[in-house]
């Protein structure tokens, strides 16, 4: 309930804020043609400044309904082979100029012949990106940041419960080892405060100065890799080694 209060309260707070400023805007339009309609001309710079911030935050509710939706149902229903080394490299490839910026170091590690498996490319790039940025605001200063990226057998019995697997038995008699998609994000920035570590996936928290995030990502992050029977966790908060793990189960492509 503690969730679905906090959910509603941010969708209201979000939604409100850009329609009031439309509605602010269009009633700036409408006084300017009815006060002055001989002087529209003379007024059109200002007409279209109001028509801009009418568009931008007509955006900015699209945005966040196309982010409810992600977080509702998913982005992408079909199951593809993914290379996850090639979407982690894209991923840092667009925070590039901002990388550069403020002094971070990127890169992607995988073995070289990591298997493709059945997922989706769309939503691995997404949830990537929110974990990168977030890594990213917490690095101001520079550092360093890692996506990890592996397909290795799941641990023990935990892990093949936890995904509903189960070893196979190959023709040839024995078992065949359940495998496991393993993605850690890794940054060195200033870590995760430890009494809002079970927040932290909740939809509409954030630490972020008020304007400055929704507090969506992390959930959208939870939400798609939960749908595609995996788990999402933070594995270390604290300062200089903040780690995000991903476990998806393995089905090769």
């Known amino acids: ?42 007024l059109r710079g200002e007409v279209l400044e109001a028509v801009d911030v009418i568009k931008r935050q007509s955006r900015r509710v699209r945005e966040l309904t196309r ?18 080394r090639k979407a982690a490299g894209e991923v840092l ?29 769309a939503e691995l790039r997404q949830i990537l990106i929110h974990l990168v940025e977030n890594a990213l605001d917490a690095m101001p200063g520079g550092g360093s940041l890692e996506i990890a990226c592996r397909v290795r057998p799941a641990s023990g019995a935990a892990e093949e419960a936890l995904f509903g697997l189960q070893g196979r038995q190959p023709e040839s008699g024995g078992k065949q080892p359940c495998q496991v998609v393993e993605i850690k994000v890794r940054d060195t920035g200033h870590g995760v405060a430890r009494q809002i570590e079970d927040e932290l996936f909740q939809p509409f928290f954030t630490t972020r100065e008020v ?12 939400s798609l890799v939960e749908k595609r029977g995996g788990r999402i966790r933070l594995e270390s908060g604290r300062p200089g080694g903040t780690v995000f793990g991903i476990l998806l189960p393995f089905e090769a492509a």
Do not use: W, Y
């Open 93 to 121: 490839d667009v925070f590039g100029a901002r990388m550069q910026a403020s002094g971070v170091a990127g890169r992607v590690t995988a073995d070289p012949g990591m298997p493709s498996f059945l997922g989706s490319q």
């Open 1 to 42: 309930m503690r969730s679905l209060d906090r959910l509603t309260q941010g969708i209201a707070h979000e939604v409100n804020n850009p329609v009031n400023i439309m509605v602010q805007a269009a009633g700036e339009i409408e006084d300017l043609m009815l006060e002055a309609p001989a002087e529209a001309e003379a």
């Open 67 to 84: 982010t409810l939706l992600v977080l509702g149902r998913g982005l992408d229903a079909e199951r593809i082979g993914v290379d996850l």
């Open 211 to 222: 304007g400055a995030g929704k507090g969506l990502g992390l959930a959208v992050c939870k």
